[in-house]
């Protein structure tokens, strides 16, 4: 996996979002396995983004440009989650 590949979030995984004035957070499940991954405000909207049809550098970008941040550092940092999510196969990649 690296910058230009396209991921889809799994068709078994769910997910809850948590949202008030300071928080957004979701919680993931796969409803096949049971297995649950929670992530932070970022990681959230990572999450939201992964419709099968941009790249983690285009997710990257769009998030980069929200908290006024370096692309290539954003690109980083969701490479490391989505190699996290990886392990409990919570997306497809394209």
């Not at 979002?17 to 928080?23: G, K, P």
């Not at 979701?26 to 096949?32: E, F, S, W």
């Not at 297995?35 to 790249?55: H, I």
């Not at 550092?73 to 997306?91: C, S, Y």
């Amino acid at each position: 996996m690296d910058k230009d590949s396209i991921l889809k979030r799994a068709e078994s995984v769910t997910f809850e979002v948590v949202a008030d004035e300071t928080i957004l957070e979701a919680i993931l499940i796969d409803i096949t396995t049971g297995t649950y991954f929670s992530l932070n405000k970022v990681g959230t909207e990572f999450w939201q983004m992964l419709d099968g049809e941009q790249t983690i550098e285009q997710h990257a970008a769009v998030i980069a440009a929200k908290y006024e941040v370096e692309p290539s550092m954003v690109v980083d940092d969701l490479l490391e989650l989505a190699g996290e999510m990886a392990k409990d196969k919570l997306f497809t990649i394209k």
